[in-house]
T-cell receptor, first 119, second 110 residues
Framework: GAVVSQHPSWVICKSGTSVKIECRSL??????MFWYRQFPKQSLMLMAT?????????EQGVEKDKFLINHASLTLSTLTVTSAHPEDSSFYIC???????????????FGPGTRLTVL | RKEVEQDPGPFNVPEGATVAFNCTYS??????FFWYRQDCRKEPKLLMS???SGNEDGRFTAQLNRASQYISLLIRDSKLSDSATYLC???????????FGKGTRLHILP
């Protein structure tokens, strides 16, 4: 299947700092990528849809000024958590849609996730 | 009604048993359906797609019931390694956004 990478895999930062997370599609081009957040023992929550060359679409309740998304190329989307606070500590996962020959349809492939801890 | 609903479980099942869980969806126009598996502190990984005609892959069988708007996953001869959270996913109707259920936790007991 298609490969999606994320960097960093984990990060610890001080409250008030900003953290940038990169999501790359390694062997395919992705005009659309998705950013999710998952708190411990909670479900996967879609935060926003990242669109190449245009503004991201945010889900209700997600602050666009706090979670900045940039999708500058067909293989890279970045999520910046600005002025991070302890309540932002979570598992952030990106995904991209690619045609799966095995499945015969567009399929979501996930990056390995970034574990953010804000002290 | 939530867009995608699953029984959160946990399902505690002895090794070797058969287990099944369902997932209901609200949008009758949905076209694509998937089951993902997520291990603790890992990203979801695609388990299988769900076709109108059903889909079988080894010990796993997925089925779609459009009339009742649910998909199911059946695991036969369960293994300890099947312990995980199983997420169902349904494509959205406005774009290619995928809506995930909250997941069903499965514990296979030795």
């Amino acid at each position: 299947g298609a490969v999606v990478s994320q960097h960093p895999s984990w990060v610890i930062c001080k409250s008030g700092t900003s953290v940038k997370i990169e999501c790359r599609s390694l062997d395919f081009q992705a005009t659309t990528m998705f950013w999710y957040r998952q708190f411990p023992k909670q479900s996967l929550m879609l935060m926003a849809t990242s669109n190449e060359g245009s503004k991201a679409t945010y889900e209700q309740g997600v602050e666009k000024d706090k979670f900045l998304i940039n999708h500058a190329s067909l293989t890279l989307s970045t999520l910046t958590v600005t002025s991070a606070h302890p309540e932002d500590s979570s598992f952030y996962i990106c995904s991209a849609s690619a045609l799966s020959l095995r499945e015969g349809t567009d399929t979501q492939y996930f990056g390995p996730g970034t574990r953010l801890t804000v002290l | 009604r939530k867009e995608v609903e699953q029984d959160p479980g946990p399902f505690n099942v002895p090794e070797g048993a058969t287990v099944a869980f369902n997932c209901t969806y609200s949008n009758s126009a949905s076209q694509s359906f998937f089951w993902y598996r997520q291990d603790c502190r890992k990203e979801p990984k695609l388990l299988m797609s769900v076709y109108s005609s059903g889909n079988e892959d080894g010990r796993f069988t997925a089925q779609l019931n459009r009339a009742s708007q649910y998909i199911s996953l059946l695991i036969r001869d369960s293994k300890l390694s099947d312990s995980a959270t199983y997420l169902c996913a349904v494509n959205g109707y406005k774009d290619d956004k995928i809506i995930f259920g909250k997941g069903t936790r499965l514990h296979i007991l030795p």
